[in-house]
């Protein structure tokens, strides 16, 4: 793409997004001082909350909007790197008409640190029926961002699809990056502070969401990529058991292999050292981070990950010398022990299109070297390993076709970042044989698949390659204001937000996707018998067998090699030693 071409793309972007905002302004700030709207107070244990009336945007649809309710103290001063403390409550009427601030961050768009500190927010829809009674169940969903970036905003997750169909929803914000993750292996840092901020506004849910017409027994938490991660977290640790009792993973588990980090101190001394500060006893590092101020430490993460896809703040293990432990072992370990709830679990059959939005991946997109960079620096793994893979997806298909070797690409990455370990996110669910698995792959391809979009706006040539790519799914459940991306009356797309927000809150009202009115059949996996959902539209069906079965054995026996090459290295070192 020429330099004229692309400056003419990305003020094209930026102008659709300007309007949208605009828009979004209009309706939410304008209006609603031009055309006055009903609102309902709610009073729960820290105070008074006053809502909003709204519309859903497709079925017109009423409920109340409670967005920017602070659930803990903002996470400052010296707070900043401890797990959230209870939100003490506050005077008066809480007018809860905009949403809060998000975690600082780094932002693509704008290209500047955004957000601020003090970030612990979640937003409450409420359906409004004629029958009030009945509890609803509730929905709590954990944004993604791969722990750097995003948040609750309406901008992405305006739930009107869910709410039509009657349940609660609940977006929330955490920390991110080094003021969520930072691990010093210290009570004064003990890492994991997004996952807590998680875990409280998962609490808060429970014990107040009575007060909004739902049911505080039936809590389904859901989450994409690193939301996703996040969900198997919970799953994971002792300390999130009986808050929540239905989950759902989208594209992500704390298997993949961005999802969890073990070398977390050496991060944590890196990031002091960039920021100036020599000494090595960890608590001293922390007292001289708490005086730096949180932009510096956000803009050191920006420049460093530039050239460093190494410096992680991510998850991680706490240390033995931590008093509250969010993560007490590594997830392998926690696995075997972890009580299971009813789960669904999927990912997308193009997730791999994400790197294509890489300029430097592009560089190289028509070499090897960017696969050699992944594969045996950043990995380490072998030569002989790096051509084993290379031939497995590359040996068999004409390198001259641009499409199939796009694909092919597409695929390796795909797998490498999220399928290979998808099938172990639920293994042990289906070992237990206690509740049900049901697992699907998204790959419909429709007109609002708004990460797709996206990037074949920047890179048309890769429109002739054909699936959803990571994230796709999301349009389907929630309506991203910012870039404007809605179904039209009566098309595919429509239909299968239909169904997506169907089979999503079928579960989470009762354990079971099916209802009477799909067309389909959704039937649990088993380990006997591997099954699985393909949502492609008005072609959704049942499908027999292990998704992407010949390519997870492929990493399987990838990974045994690996397992004997260690094995035999450690060996040799015992022998010569």
Request: hydrophobic content about 35%; charged content about 20%.
């Amino acid at each position: 793409m020429s330099k004229p071409w692309r400056t003419f793309v990305k003020w094209s972007f930026i102008t659709k997004v300007m309007v949208n905002k605009f828009k979004g302004f209009f309706s939410s700030t304008v209006v609603r001082y031009l055309t006055p709207q009903k609102k309902t107070t709610v009073i729960i244990e820290q105070g008074s909350l006053q809502g909003i009336h709204y519309k859903t945007q497709v079925s017109n649809k009423p409920y109340v909007s409670f967005l920017g309710i602070p659930y803990a103290k903002p996470p400052i001063g010296n707070l900043r790197f401890k797990p959230p403390v209870k939100h003490p409550g506050w005077s008066g009427t809480l007018k809860a008409f905009s949403v809060g601030n998000m975690s600082m961050q780094y932002s693509f768009l704008k290209n500047k640190i955004v957000g601020s500190e003090d970030c612990l927010f979640l937003n409450i829809f409420v359906p409004l029926q004629e029958e009030q009674n009945e509890k609803k169940a509730v929905m709590v969903f954990i944004h993604g961002g791969v722990f750097y970036n995003g948040s609750g905003s309406l901008d992405f997750y305006s739930p009107d699809y869910l709410i039509d169909e009657n349940v609660i929803v609940v977006t929330i914000n955490y920390r991110l990056s080094a003021l969520g993750f930072l691990n010093f292996d210290i009570d004064e840092c003990p890492g994991n502070m997004g996952l807590k901020d998680q875990l409280l506004a998962i609490k808060w849910v429970k014990a107040n969401i009575t007060a909004f017409g739902g049911d505080d027994q039936n809590i389904t938490i859901f989450g994409e990529s690193a939301g996703s991660a996040s969900v198997h977290c919970h799953m994971l640790s002792p300390q999130s058991t009986g808050f929540f009792q239905k989950a759902i993973m989208q594209s992500g588990c704390m298997f993949n292999v961005w999802a969890l980090n073990d070398n977390h101190r050496e991060s944590a001394f890196k990031l002091a050292n960039n920021l100036g500060c020599r000494k090595d006893n960890p608590k001293e590092v922390v007292e001289y981070l708490l005086n730096i101020p949180a932009i510096d430490i956000v803009k050191s993460i920006t420049i460093d990950a530039k050239t460093n896809p190494d410096y992680d703040f991510i998850p991680s293990v706490e240390n033995e010398a931590v008093t509250d432990k969010f993560l007490p072992a590594h997830p392998e370990i926690l696995v075997k022990t972890a009580s299971t709830v009813p789960v669904i679990v999927g990912i997308n059959n193009m997730e791999g299109l994400l790197v294509f939005g890489d300029e430097n991946f592009m560089k190289t997109i028509n070499g090897t070297e960017e696969i050699n960079k992944l594969f045996e620096k950043k990995y380490g793994y072998t030569e002989d390993v790096v051509n084993k893979i290379k031939n497995f997806y590359f040996n068999e298909c004409n390198v001259e076709c641009g499409t199939t070797r796009l694909e092919k690409i597409c695929n390796l990455y795909g797998d490498f970042y999220f399928s290979k370990e998808f099938h172990l996110s639920y293994k042990h669910s289906l070992q237990q044989n206690v509740t049900p698995v049901y697992s699907y792959e998204f790959k419909f391809d429709g007109k609002i698949n708004v990460f797709k979009k996206l990037l074949y706006f920047l890179r048309p040539t890769f429109e002739p390659l054909k699936g959803a790519c990571h994230a796709d799914e999301l349009s389907y459940l929630f309506h991203g204001r910012l870039f404007g991306f809605a179904p039209k009356a009566n098309s595919p797309e429509l239909r299968m937000c239909r169904t997506m927000s169907k089979l999503w809150t079928n579960f989470a009202k009762t354990g079971n996707p099916n209802s009477h009115d799909l067309k389909f059949e959704w039937r649990n996996t088993s380990a006997e018998e591997p099954k699985y959902l393909s949502l492609d539209g008005d072609d959704t069906r049942m499908v027999v067998g292990l998704l992407n079965s010949s390519r997870i054995s492929f990493w399987e026996n990838i990974s045994e090699t690996i397992r004997l090459l260690l094995q035999k290295s450690n060996f040799d070192l015992y022998y010569y030693s």
